[in-house]
């Protein structure tokens, strides 16, 4: 039997953040991780490979979105066996894979905590069609009052019943945002309920917030719900915002010079996103 | 007028659906055009889920010829499964394309590609949900023209009420002519409709189109002739037969879909055709002669397709790889040109010869050896020859044997179940071939870890084949042999614990058997298993033969035909089959004479390296076989990282 070669030792590790977008949304984990393997390949990027017979491209994904779920803020990590300069691999991995899955940026990993341990919180946007903004406000409002808010979900191992009010830290509608859609007068009412939630086991998330303003207040929306997650990272005790998960791997200090978490909030992109993204589904 | 993308409509209900990648479309290589620059729109679809319709080949050709073509567009479309099929019913939302959502009843042509006679029932369900009466007499000039190709098109007679036409064999030049047809008859504005292009298609002699020939019947249910019904149609449609396939280099860009389907491999095709003569094969049958692609198009095929699609995986396709006469060049190859990438090589269909240990150690050189698969299809010696398929126990033996010395640890055999005249003893010798294998495979390497799993299918009569005279096997005699096939191996303790046995019942295959050899009295039938909610027959879990048997009964209550007419019935010499007006080339009396060999046991060997045997294709298609070798050489590539 012949033995499998040995894998070529990773030089430089690669943190990516990506969007799903648009229908792209529609894609499962495993059809990302496929397209991003078949994209690392085209875009000639020297990924590094695991060991064995079957040797896989060593590439990890952090916190991925649900099937259905569009995101601003998904997170991978790639091992490559030579040294690339960050913002060809940004532009090659960009191009090669399909227009909705978007490479945002990417860093060179220095040492230290994982990307997986600093994503901490999420912060979401749900759009719901036919539903007027007083009754949502109506609903959060009820919601953030609540100590516990026990939902259920049926997952592999059956139903199961939790909180998922702890988790949430902020809930509220996305000011501006919520407004009629379309101008004529067959629009219907639309509202953007905007949300930070912290990653918990089990974990909490927006159709589980959904199902408590339900609980809480009867919120029952007529049409199912456009789902995003605007950003992913460390969360700010003290503004109750999120700050990029990669600040730490960038060479040059953010703005301010100090590198402390609170400071890098300036050159978090997610609030200018925001808007964009939500604008992308009319 | 401007088409309208159905998918802000579709978007709100895919979070409530399996799966709902599948419909979104956005495959790296996919396209989208103009639809008002086009003068000719097709739809192409196969006629099952995503899952398994997007790597077909047909359709990927197809879809880049077409859209290479100016004021050409064509895009495709799927069977959708049952819940969103509700959904879209609920929702008033049509059959569309996945690449812009188009409406499918807006396009030009719908062409089907049938690789299975199982995906009629699926054809009704796009129809119906485009908006496209069932019926083709129906149709106005606002419908599209429903066109079926693929090998199951050979006898499309059980659904000539639904189809407008049909065509035999490839399809890249037909494509095309019937594109120049229809744009054609456009620049002259359309004179006579509908019926005016039909049959100018029909005229052609290479467009099948059902409505112009009569079919009628003897009263004890056989059918007395096939007419032509209108002046200048001809009596004979003819397949169509690409004559170089290094011409015809697709797909050039292969199309790589997000969602999981069932080949995740990028295929190059290495050449079309098998003259092995396997007397139960259609597909050996209709594809003749054998035309070979060059190892130099090949090389270049796989390295075009491999840069474009990312894949890490090529498949070399073809009806028994192994034969193409320069295999083992292009395996070293190709192998020497991807060592070290990480890309991996397989040969999907594999005869029984130690010559293909060599080529698959080739294309697994520093890979897991983990299964081969080879296919006797028969269990007997006698049976073997009966259908024509050379090779001896003593063979595969010996080709198992030097699997398992060059560390291969688990061999696939294929066997077919209900062949003619087979008797249980015939299955019941499967079970002693799969003993030796496992025998020699200890003997070989000293390791009891050895594995043999026997995979079994219920063979099935095809049109255009030697068998299509011949009674199809009722399905309790298959489960029968079956059941005593799987006891003896359960009660031999020294082997029965490395034999793993794969099979199914035998009632699909029969009415893939009615399905098959059916005329037209069974579009009643087939639309009556729709109308009852018959979807998916190629899929196990949704495949019914209690809703064929009843809406067979109920369909031939006033013929004096039934559903065991059609499938457990031999035919005589004279009897006039369904498909005879269409002509695959094959020699009427050759096939006779050789469904008469295959009862005497009489052997025929491969016309590529002995004399022709007049089965009739190549003179009657004016082809011939091209099969190199060419001498040329792989030479290897320079690799940029």
Same mark, same amino acid.
């Given at each position: 039997?012949?033995?499998?070669?040995?894998?070529?030792?990773?030089?430089?590790?690669?943190?990516?953040?990506?969007?799903?977008?648009?229908?792209?949304? $529609? =894609?499962? @984990?495993?059809? &990302? *991780?496929? %397209?991003?393997?078949? !994209?690392?390949?085209? /875009?000639?990027?020297?990924?590094?490979?695991?060991?064995? $017979? =079957?040797? @896989?491209?060593? &590439? *990890?994904? %952090?916190?991925?979105? !649900?099937?259905?779920? /569009?995101?601003?803020?998904?997170?991978?990590?790639?091992?490559? =066996?030579?040294?690339?300069?960050?913002?060809?691999?940004?532009?090659?991995?960009?191009?090669?894979?399909?227009?909705?899955?978007?490479?945002?940026?990417?860093?060179?990993?220095?040492?230290?905590?994982?990307?997986?341990?600093?994503?901490?919180?999420?912060?979401?946007?749900?759009?719901?069609?036919?539903?007027?903004?007083?009754?949502?406000?109506?609903?959060?409002?009820?919601?953030?009052?609540?100590?516990?808010?026990?939902?259920?979900?049926?997952?592999?191992?059956?139903?199961?019943?939790?909180?998922?009010?702890?988790?949430?830290?902020?809930?509220?509608?996305?000011?501006?945002?919520?407004?009629?859609?379309?101008?004529?007068?067959?629009?219907?009412?639309?509202?953007?309920?905007?949300?930070?939630?912290?990653?918990?086991?089990?974990?909490?998330?927006?159709?589980?917030?959904?199902?408590?303003?339900?609980?809480?207040?009867?919120?029952?929306?007529?049409?199912?719900?456009?789902?995003?997650?605007?950003?992913?990272?460390?969360?700010?005790?003290?503004?109750?915002?999120?700050?990029?998960?990669?600040?730490?791997?960038?060479?040059?200090?953010?703005?301010?010079?100090?590198?402390?978490?609170?400071?890098?909030?300036?050159?978090?992109?997610?609030?200018?996103?925001?808007?964009?993204?939500?604008?992308?589904?009319? | 007028?401007?088409?309208?993308?159905?998918?802000?409509?579709?978007?709100?209900?895919?979070?409530?659906?399996?799966?709902?990648?599948?419909?979104?479309?956005?495959?790296?290589?996919?396209?989208?055009?103009?639809?008002?620059?086009?003068?000719?729109?097709?739809?192409?679809?196969?006629?099952?889920?995503?899952?398994?319709?997007?790597?077909?080949?047909?359709?990927?050709?197809?879809?880049?010829?077409?859209?290479?073509?100016?004021?050409?567009?064509?895009?495709?479309?799927?069977?959708?499964?049952?819940?969103?099929?509700?959904?879209?019913?609920?929702?008033?939302?049509?059959?569309?394309?996945?690449?812009?959502?188009?409406?499918?009843?807006?396009?030009?042509?719908?062409?089907?590609?049938?690789?299975?006679?199982?995906?009629?029932?699926?054809?009704?369900?796009?129809?119906?949900?485009?908006?496209?009466?069932?019926?083709?007499?129906?149709?106005?000039?606002?419908?599209?023209?429903?066109?079926?190709?693929?090998?199951?098109?050979?006898?499309?007679?059980?659904?000539?009420?639904?189809?407008?036409?049909?065509?035999?064999?490839?399809?890249?030049?037909?494509?095309?002519?019937?594109?120049?047809?229809?744009?054609?008859?456009?620049?002259?504005?359309?004179?006579?409709?509908?019926?005016?292009?039909?049959?100018?298609?029909?005229?052609?002699?290479?467009?099948?189109?059902?409505?112009?020939?009569?079919?009628?019947?003897?009263?004890?249910?056989?059918?007395?002739?096939?007419?032509?019904?209108?002046?200048?149609?001809?009596?004979?449609?003819?397949?169509?037969?690409?004559?170089?396939?290094?011409?015809?280099?697709?797909?050039?860009?292969?199309?790589?879909?997000?969602?999981?389907?069932?080949?995740?491999?990028?295929?190059?095709?290495?050449?079309?055709?098998?003259?092995?003569?396997?007397?139960?094969?259609?597909?050996?049958?209709?594809?003749?002669?054998?035309?070979?692609?060059?190892?130099?198009?090949?090389?270049?095929?796989?390295?075009?397709?491999?840069?474009?699609?990312?894949?890490?995986?090529?498949?070399?396709?073809?009806?028994?790889?192994?034969?193409?006469?320069?295999?083992?060049?292009?395996?070293?190859?190709?192998?020497?040109?991807?060592?070290?990438?990480?890309?991996?090589?397989?040969?999907?269909?594999?005869?029984?010869?130690?010559?293909?240990?060599?080529?698959?150690?080739?294309?697994?050189?520093?890979?897991?050896?983990?299964?081969?698969?080879?296919?006797?299809?028969?269990?007997?010696?006698?049976?073997?020859?009966?259908?024509?398929?050379?090779?001896?126990?003593?063979?595969?033996?010996?080709?198992?044997?030097?699997?398992?010395?060059?560390?291969?640890?688990?061999?696939?055999?294929?066997?077919?179940?209900?062949?003619?005249?087979?008797?249980?003893?015939?299955?019941?010798?499967?079970?002693?071939?799969?003993?030796?294998?496992?025998?020699?495979?200890?003997?070989?390497?000293?390791?009891?870890?050895?594995?043999?799993?026997?995979?079994?299918?219920?063979?099935?009569?095809?049109?255009?084949?030697?068998?299509?005279?011949?009674?199809?096997?009722?399905?309790?005699?298959?489960?029968?042999?079956?059941?005593?096939?799987?006891?003896?191996?359960?009660?031999?303790?020294?082997?029965?614990?490395?034999?793993?046995?794969?099979?199914?019942?035998?009632?699909?295959?029969?009415?893939?058997?009615?399905?098959?050899?059916?005329?037209?009295?069974?579009?009643?039938?087939?639309?009556?298993?729709?109308?009852?909610?018959?979807?998916?027959?190629?899929?196990?879990?949704?495949?019914?033969?209690?809703?064929?048997?009843?809406?067979?009964?109920?369909?031939?209550?006033?013929?004096?035909?039934?559903?065991?007419?059609?499938?457990?019935?031999?035919?005589?010499?004279?009897?006039?089959?369904?498909?005879?007006?269409?002509?695959?080339?094959?020699?009427?009396?050759?096939?006779?004479?050789?469904?008469?060999?295959?009862?005497?046991?009489?052997?025929?060997?491969?016309?590529?390296?002995?004399?022709?045997?007049?089965?009739?294709?190549?003179?009657?298609?004016?082809?011939?076989?091209?099969?190199?070798?060419?001498?040329?050489?792989?030479?290897?590539?320079?690799?940029?990282?």
């Amino acid at each position: 039997m012949p033995e499998g070669p040995a894998p070529v030792p990773v030089t430089q590790r690669l943190r990516v953040r990506y969007a799903k977008r648009g229908r792209l949304r $529609f =894609t499962s @984990h495993r059809d &990302i *991780s496929r %397209a991003v393997e078949r !994209a690392v390949r085209r /875009a000639g990027i020297p990924v590094a490979h695991s060991a064995g $017979f =079957t040797p @896989h491209p060593k &590439i *990890s994904y %952090a916190g991925a979105a !649900a099937t259905g779920v /569009a995101s601003e803020a998904e997170y991978l990590e790639i091992g490559l =066996t030579a040294t690339r300069d960050p913002a060809w691999v940004r532009t090659a991995l960009d191009e090669a894979l399909p227009s909705g899955l978007d490479i945002l940026d990417v860093v060179v990993a220095r040492a230290g905590t994982s990307i997986a341990d600093r994503l901490e919180a999420s912060e979401w946007t749900i759009r719901l069609d036919g539903v007027a903004p007083d009754t949502a406000v109506e609903a959060t409002e009820a919601f953030m009052a609540a100590a516990e808010v026990e939902v259920e979900r049926l997952t592999k191992k059956g139903l199961r019943r939790f909180d998922a009010r702890s988790a949430v830290s902020t809930c509220g509608i996305q000011p501006g945002e919520s407004d009629r859609r379309g101008s004529d007068e067959t629009a219907v009412p639309c509202v953007i309920l905007r949300m930070v939630v912290r990653q918990t086991t089990p974990a909490v998330r927006p159709d589980d917030v959904l199902a408590g303003l339900r609980q809480v207040a009867g919120f029952a929306p007529p049409s199912p719900p456009l789902v995003t997650r605007l950003a992913q990272g460390p969360l700010n005790a003290d503004t109750g915002e999120l700050t990029d998960p990669l600040d730490p791997d960038r060479e040059t200090e953010p703005p301010g010079g100090d590198a402390t978490a609170g400071h890098g909030l300036a050159s978090m992109p997610a609030g200018a996103v925001s808007a964009d993204v939500v604008g992308a589904h009319p | 007028m401007p088409i309208e993308s159905i998918f802000p409509r579709l978007e709100p209900l895919l979070p409530t659906v399996q799966k709902p990648i599948q419909y979104v479309g956005g495959e790296l290589n996919s396209q989208v055009k103009d639809w008002d620059e086009a003068e000719v729109r097709w739809a192409l679809m196969y006629p099952d889920a995503y899952e398994v319709g997007l790597p077909n080949q047909g359709v990927q050709i197809l879809y880049e010829i077409l859209n290479e073509r100016e004021g050409v567009l064509a895009e495709r479309t799927y069977s959708v499964w049952p819940d969103l099929e509700a959904l879209m019913r609920k929702h008033a939302i049509p059959q569309f394309t996945v690449d812009a959502h188009r409406p499918v009843g807006a396009f030009d042509v719908l062409g089907v590609s049938f690789a299975t006679e199982l995906g009629y029932t699926n054809l009704l369900t796009a129809l119906d949900l485009a908006g496209i009466p069932l019926r083709a007499a129906d149709r106005t000039d606002e419908h599209p023209i429903v066109l079926a190709g693929g090998h199951a098109a050979f006898n499309p007679e059980p659904i000539a009420d639904f189809l407008d036409a049909a065509v035999l064999g490839d399809g890249e030049q037909v494509a095309l002519a019937i594109t120049e047809v229809i744009r054609e008859w456009r620049r002259e504005g359309e004179p006579g409709g509908r019926d005016e292009l039909l049959l100018r298609l029909a005229k052609s002699g290479g467009v099948y189109v059902p409505r112009f020939y009569d079919v009628s019947y003897l009263p004890d249910g056989r059918i007395q002739r096939v007419v032509p019904n209108r002046p200048g149609v001809p009596w004979r449609i003819v397949k169509h037969t690409v004559m170089d396939l290094d011409e015809w280099p697709y797909p050039k860009k292969p199309l790589v879909p997000l969602a999981e389907t069932v080949h995740e491999r990028f295929s190059v095709e290495i050449f079309r055709g098998c003259t092995r003569g396997c007397r139960f094969c259609q597909a050996g049958m209709i594809t003749r002669p054998v035309r070979e692609r060059s190892i130099t198009t090949i090389g270049d095929m796989v390295e075009t397709g491999l840069k474009e699609s990312g894949i890490d995986e090529v498949g070399l396709l073809s009806l028994s790889s192994a034969d193409h006469s320069e295999i083992g060049d292009i395996a070293k190859g190709l192998a020497d040109r991807y060592e070290g990438t990480n890309t991996s090589l397989s040969l999907p269909s594999t005869r029984v010869d130690a010559f293909n240990i060599t080529l698959a150690n080739e294309l697994s050189r520093g890979g897991r050896r983990s299964g081969l698969t080879f296919a006797p299809e028969g269990g007997s010696e006698r049976m073997r020859k009966v259908i024509n398929k050379m090779v001896t126990e003593d063979d595969l033996i010996r080709t198992v044997t030097t699997a398992y010395e060059n560390g291969w640890r688990q061999v696939k055999l294929y066997f077919m179940c209900g062949l003619p005249t087979e008797e249980d003893e015939d299955v019941l010798a499967i079970a002693g071939m799969a003993r030796r294998v496992i025998k020699a495979g200890r003997e070989a390497t000293g390791r009891r870890d050895i594995r043999c799993t026997v995979s079994i299918g219920g063979f099935v009569p095809k049109p255009h084949t030697p068998f299509q005279w011949a009674a199809q096997a009722d399905h309790e005699t298959v489960d029968r042999r079956l059941r005593a096939l799987k006891d003896t191996l359960r009660r031999d303790r020294e082997y029965g614990k490395s034999i793993g046995l794969r099979y199914h019942d035998g009632k699909p295959s029969i009415i893939e058997g009615l399905l098959s050899r059916g005329d037209r009295r069974v579009g009643d039938v087939i639309r009556a298993v729709w109308e009852a909610g018959g979807r998916f027959d190629g899929w196990s879990e949704h495949f019914s033969y209690e809703r064929w048997a009843a809406a067979a009964e109920t369909a031939f209550a006033e013929q004096p035909v039934d559903l065991a007419w059609y499938t457990t019935r031999e035919r005589d010499e004279v009897e006039v089959l369904p498909w005879d007006h269409l002509d695959a080339g094959l020699d009427r009396e050759w096939l006779w004479q050789d469904w008469q060999d295959a009862v005497d046991g009489t052997e025929v060997e491969d016309c590529r390296w002995t004399p022709c045997y007049d089965c009739g294709v190549c003179p009657t298609m004016d082809t011939e076989i091209q099969i190199g070798p060419t001498g040329k050489k792989l030479l290897p590539l320079t690799v940029v990282r």
